[in-house]
DNA sequence: GGCATACATCAAGAATGTCTATTATTGACC
DNA sequence: GGTCAATAATAGACATTCTTGATGTATGCC
């Protein structure tokens, strides 16, 4: 195998014409630089250098290698360049999932002050709930991933991927605007007899749960993932449900009355692959998403 | 400055999503290959890979750098092939530099069987008298010249030039075919009183020293270095001349007659540039000189 | 929870690189 | 022709780096 420093000997050889010089020019000593021409000789097999006089020359196979190694040392010199720019931010890719309510408020924020710190970096975005989300970060198709857990539930699986919390937001009963309930709105135990609406798969099971905390176990006529869907089917009249806070600053049906739970929460967090240092466009991303998130503005 | 051995890993450990197999691969231990991924990226500045599990994976940095590793490592081999085919005979070139009379004469026979032998390696020729040629090769203009001395003195000044004698030549002297002369048409003292015609200036003083040594000093009516043009001189019975071996292989006008000159010689040799060993194209073509000249068929 | 797998770390010997000092050649100048 | 200056090659000493076996740590599977 060729040594990219003996093929910058070379070059310098070439280029100087003079053992020396490029010695001097390299700061090497002189039989440094010998010694390497020797190697590179033995290396590919055959005589690169004649003595010339009291100087040297290349002969024609030192004159051919000396002009491909030129084309080398700039490509790896490139290649240096490409790795540090991305390295640096400026250049490079970032992939994002994250669950449609941050995907619909935090992230556009993130997303605009991240680029325009940070031009160069393309930015990918999936929409996935938090499970789909950390098996795309295990597989390598997603770099970040923003997740939330209910209560005080883990956020992750903490298998090979480090959580970052960055925001706990309330949670909210949903009711039609015009329906009287007998009893305080902040207790879920006051809609123990309606019909109920619930979200994604978690959201449904963490809603069981909350409820039969609450001395009753939901009837749960509609499931949807969509808060969008939830928030119509509720001002429709077909039921109640209970939503996040960023879903309703996300969109919020002008029919429908909230009433925030007290007792609930929903704990939001990114997640990155393997254990820190995560890449340098990852953590300025994370960066990016806190600045965007200290201005949720509750409903 | 990167090293290649470590790029050759970084592609091999991205190849085989593996430093085990990467390491088995390149018959290397696997610390060896976690040695070297862990030094490329303290000299990229960036981290490649990241631990998956009880795997390895590159970041985006890693895909980057082995991405472009690949090229280079393949510019790499492909110079070295360049190289090895250039001093393995199978391409690459010879410049030659030649006195007229080789040139019309020896060197086409060599050029052929050379050609025939390697067709790969274009051939250059210049026709240079040997002070020329010389400098041509120190110069680094010329990779063979082919050189002449008359008599016993030396044939190349010997500096940073390596001498290889391949023929010596009879000499003869030329004369009108019908003119009858007193004496013997062997000895230069038969011819003390006619005109003489000379040839390149090496040669004229060369003929001025054998006359003087017969005892007289030639009438030079004219001089030319074309030894064809010396041949319809001397039909012409504008005067007598010598002239080697080979200018009369090449060229006989029928008008003349020759008569060797025992006494007489030329020494041809080729000159290479350097101590040996000379770059393996011109070893061969020296070769297929010797084998060209082993029958030059003297008149 | 124990076992097998895979990578990282450690320490020691081997290989390689770099330097200083020296030698060998060459060209130039008197 | 002899001496001097310049240039590259060689030799030996020392430092660095590379390679490897042994060990440690984390992970996934049963």
Redesign the interface.
Known sequence: ?????RL?VLVAVARERSVTAAAEKLHYSQPSVSHHLARLEAD????LT????RGI?L???GR??AA??E??LG??E???T???E??GLRA??LRLAAFPSALATLVPRAVARFSAAHPAIDIALNEAEPPVALTGL?N?EV?VAMIFAHGDSPAGDD??TTITPVLTEPMYVVTPANRQWPGERTKLATFAHARWIAGCERCRLHLVAACEAAGFTPDIAFETDDYVAVQALVAAGLGVSTLPGLALVANRHPDVRIDRLPDDHRRIAVAT???S?A???VQAFITALREAMVTPAWP
């Open positions: 195998m060729l040594d990219l420093v910058r590919v097999g055959a005589p004649q003595r010339a006089g020359r002969t024609e196979a051919i290698l491909r190694a084309e080398i490509q790896v490139a290649a240096q490409e790795v540090a991305h390295a490079g890719r295990r390598g770099d298998r090979n692959y393997g254990r240092p890449p340098l466009p």
